[in-house]
C-alpha cells in the first residue's frame, strides 16, 4: 500500500508497543516517521532498526522544552507534517484511596498536559487536511476500580479529540482517538501478572490480547483519505470487551 507515499507522520512514544508498531506501518505505507521517546540511546536504536525512513528525538512530551525542540526540529528537516499520533502515556493502576499526589501530577503530566501540547505545539506544522490521532483507552467505556486515575485522563483525551476536530474542522483537520483494549505490549506486559493476563483474556469476547499490529492499522487507516469522513469520534478495538460479556 502507498497510503502515505511523500508524507510525513509524528509519532510520540514510538519505540516500543503501539507506536513502533505504528511507525513500522506507516514506514511500509510510504511516508517518513519522527519517532519520538524519552530515552536518548533507546531512540536512536529504534530509528536505526527502522531504517533510513525513520527520525528519532528525544523527548518527554510532558517536558514543553523538549516539545518545542521537538517542533523545531521537524519544522527544519521536513516543514510540515501530515499525521501526528498521540501515543505517548503512562499508567497508574491503584485503589483510588491510595494513589499519591506524586503519582497524580506524573500521570496528568503525560497523558494530558504531553498529549494536549504534543498537539498544540505541533499544530503550526500541520497541513490543511492533515490528521490527528490520540490515543485513548477502553476505560472510557468500562469501569475499572483499581483504574481510576488512569481512565480519568483517558477519558479528558477523548475529550480533547472531539472539541479539537471541532476547531480544526474548518482546516479539514480530522481528529479522533483510539480506545484500545487489551493489547500484548511490553508495558502492559510489565504491569500484569501471568495470573491477572489470563483472566484479563477472558474478560474478552476474542478471548485474547490483541496485537500492536492491529493497533497500527487502525491507525493508519484513520491517517489516510480512506476516513476522510470520520472526525471526532473515539473507535473502541479491545476484541469486544466493552461491548458485552463473553458467553
Known amino acids: 500500500m502507498t497510503r502515505y507515499t511523500d508524507k510525513i507522520a509524528l509519532v510520540t512514544g514510538g519505540t516500543s508497543g503501539m507506536g513502533l508498531a505504528t ?9 517518513q516517521v519522527v519517532i519520538t ?13 527502522l531504517g533510513p525512513k525513520a527520525i528519532g528525538i528525544a523527548a518527554d512530551t510532558a517536558d514543553l522544552t523538549a516539545l518545542d525542540a521537538l ?20 499508567g497508574t493502576f491503584a485503589p ?11 500521570t496528568i503530566a503525560v497523558n494530558l498536559k504531553g498529549v494536549f501540547f504534543t498537539v498544540q505545539k505541533t499544530l503550526p506544522l500541520l497541513t490543511d487536511g492533515a490528521a490527528i490521532v490520540l490515543n485513548a483507552s477502553w476505560t472510557l467505556h468500562r469501569a475499572d476500580g483499581a483504574l481510576t486515575l488512569y481512565a480519568a ?30 493489547i500484548d ?11 491477572f493476563a489470563t483472566m484479563a483474556a477472558g474478560r474478552v469476547i476474542a478471548g485474547r490480547f490483541g496485537r500492536a499490529e492491529e493497533i497500527a492499522a487502525l491507525v493508519a487507516f484513520l491517517g489516510s483519505a480512506e476516513a476522510s469522513y470520520i ?16 458467553q
Do not use: C, W
Open 23 to 31: 511507525a513500522r506501518r506507516l514506514i511500509a505505507e510510504g511516508a
Open 37 to 49: 521517546g524519552r530515552t536518548a540511546e533507546r531512540v536512536r536504536a529504534t530509528a536505526a532498526e
Open 71 to 90: 517542533a523545531d526540529t521537524v519544522t527544519d528537516r521536513f516543514g510540515r507534517l501530515d499525521l501526528v499520533f498521540a501515543n505517548a502515556g503512562t
Open 96 to 106: 483510588f484511596t491510595d494513589i499519591t499526589e506524586t503519582a497524580f501530577d506524573h
Open 153 to 182: 485522563t483517558k477519558a479528558a483525551v477523548h475529550n480533547l479529540a472531539r472539541t479539537l476536530a471541532t476547531e480544526l474542522g474548518p482546516r479539514g483537520i480530522r481528529v479522533n482517538s483510539i480506545s484500545p483494549g487489551y
Open 185 to 195: 505490549t511490553p508495558m502492559s506486559a510489565a504491569a500484569m501478572s501471568a495470573e
Open 231 to 246: 472526525t471526532g469520534q473515539d473507535i473502541v478495538v479491545d476484541g469486544g470487551l466493552v461491548a458485552a460479556f463473553p
